[in-house]
């Protein structure tokens, strides 16, 4: 996923900075809920955060994980339409809010910027798109196996040829974002492990081998 604040130039971040202000959330707090006015964006510094959405029949989707570097409810704050997406924090969060209005502003002023934010958009609806045609082509495995590959590539710490993911996510939340059901994401977690391909912890995943977890397929979770 392509981060806001890494297609900024120095000056683009240091007036992106003088016109936002220093915010903090704790583990579990949400940013924002759907629904909500579009009257702020903000910008993380530190921390993840999840991105939730309501179904009419009541379910919760987890529509993507978030790190340092993105820019979070820009679209709402662009288009005045109310919260798509409830934005959660997974861990201790810090970010620089900006007013909707100033955000406004701050891309008319820096085209630069504007440019990067419609390619931080693209680069969304792309994987949104992506992850589609995954749910009507690719097995709750290979789908699990995509979702812990992304996240090791994206938050994974190198130990040793291995991957630690310590992300604060439940098996739940991994089901949730895999199009799958909690049961599914435990007995193919249990069949890697048996396989010697990850190690699981407490709200975390260690990748033991990477290789064949990319080729993880339909009989893997035996």
């Known amino acids: ?7 900024l130039t ?3 971040r240091q007036a992106y900075l003088d016109g936002s202000f220093r915010r903090r ?4 707090e949400p940013l924002f809920h759907q629904g909500d006015n579009p009257d702020w ?26 790190g340092p570097g993105t820019l979070i409810g820009d679209v709402s704050a662009l288009d005045g339409l109310p919260r798509s997406a409830t934005v959660a924090a997974l861990d201790d969060v810090a970010g620089s809010v900006m007013p909707g209005r100033v955000l406004r502003t701050y891309l008319h002023q820096h085209a630069g910027a ?6 931080t958009v693209a680069r969304r609806l792309r994987d949104a798109d992506r992850t589609r045609m995954e749910l009507s082509v690719r097995t709750a495995a290979d789908r699990l196996a995509a979702r812990l590959i992304e996240l090791a590539e994206r938050f994974g710490t190198p130990r040793a040829g ?8 439940s098996q739940e939340d991994l089901a949730r974002w895999a199009g799958s059901s909690r049961e599914a994401v435990t007995k193919t977690l249990s ?24 080729h993880a397929g339909p009989t893997a979770a035996r």
């Open 1 to 7: 996923m392509t981060e806001f604040w890494t297609g």
């Open 10 to 12: 120095p000056a683009e």
């Open 25 to 28: 959330w704790r583990r579990g």
């Open 41 to 66: 964006v903000a910008l993380l510094h530190t921390g993840h955060v999840k991105v939730c959405a309501h179904t009419p029949n009541g379910d919760d989707v987890v529509l993507a994980i978030c």
């Open 114 to 119: 504007a440019e990067v934010l419609r390619h």
């Open 162 to 169: 291995t991957i630690h993911i310590g992300l604060q996510l």
């Open 191 to 214: 069949g890697w492990r048996r396989r010697g391909w990850i190690r699981t912890g407490r709200r975390s995943v260690t990748i033991l081998d990477p290789a064949a977890l990319r």
